[in-house]
């Protein structure tokens, strides 16, 4: 993690966690149907698992991670197994998971070659024939969205109420880095010689993309 990473993205997270994980409940749909097509003996990593929300109820092995300490105490209670890890330099083996999901995370770095990295790292750790969902924010927002994005590079502010914390006096505001995302954006990331787009859509303010990772370059 590079210094303004730590700065604007994972110091914010680690403030905001106790408020955080209360807006964070539920998969969004075009997650859990991609969930739902994952058989119970499968092996599936979480890559920014946050607080590992709506993973418990899968009968399958999941194995979580996040830069984010306080999100990872939550999520130990739901997933099978989690540490502590950047999507840039994941701790796992080649061709581990059969399954993979990554929500939110790769929207947080801070450059077209760190994202482009981080695509690398999730595909290298999946095993041939398995699968990936990732979903990032999109710079294209329907009308009624109260996020409104001019630039692709933003700060993005999270208000820090003080009933969920116990030493402050007031409500504080954090800024986050995103990386909004426009379309065909995503697909150029995910253009890999080892990798076939099964689908890119959109989803309510998202970009999301499901990959197959082949057994020989394309």
Known sequence: MNAFEKKHVLNPYNSISTHFKQTRVYLWPSAKAFLDTIKPYELVADIGCGNGRG?????????????????LIEASSQ??????ANAIHLPYKENQFDKLISIAVIHHLSSSERRKHAIIELVRIVKPEGKLFIQVWALEQLPESRRKFT???NMVSWVLQKKYTKDKIKDETYHRF????????????CDLPNVIIEKSFYEKGNWCIILHKTQISK
């Open 151 to 153: 630039e692709q590079d």
């Open 55 to 71: 993973i418990k109820e899968y009968p399958f092995i999941s194995i979580g991670c996040d830069i984010c300490l306080p999100n």
């Open 79 to 84: 997933l099978d197994g989690v540490l502590q």
């Open 178 to 189: 995103y990386h909004v995302f426009k379309k065909g954006e995503l697909d150029k990331l």
